[in-house]
């Protein structure tokens, strides 16, 4: 159970650093109103790269709640396709994973 909630920390973590860093980002989107043309499209690049971080901290967001509600419903650590148990190394590189090496994608 300690590597449990241990895992849990860890996750709970994860997720305020993601929230923190997603509200940075919009943030800086919502910031970008340079009049000058050459600084514009250099600020529309760099918005393009911050709204390809925000989406993916968006999918590690709600994978890491999906292993949380796991965790609560006493699931976590069970593979949710085939329902095998999850080896603890796969779990330490990817501790919000629902899935065992055998039926990840």
Known sequence: MTDVNARKAALEK??????????EIQDELVSHNSAD???LATER??????EGQGVKGQAEMAAIRAA???IEAGEYGFCTQCGSEI???????LPQTPF????AP
């Open 14 to 23: 994860r997720l305020a650093e993601l929230d923190t860093r997603l509200h």
């Open 37 to 39: 043309w050459e600084e």
């Open 45 to 50: 690049e760099e918005d393009e790269v911050l």
């Open 68 to 70: 949380l509600a796991r």
């Open 87 to 93: 080896s603890a190394a796969r779990l330490d590189l």
């Open 100 to 103: 065992c090496k055998a039926c």
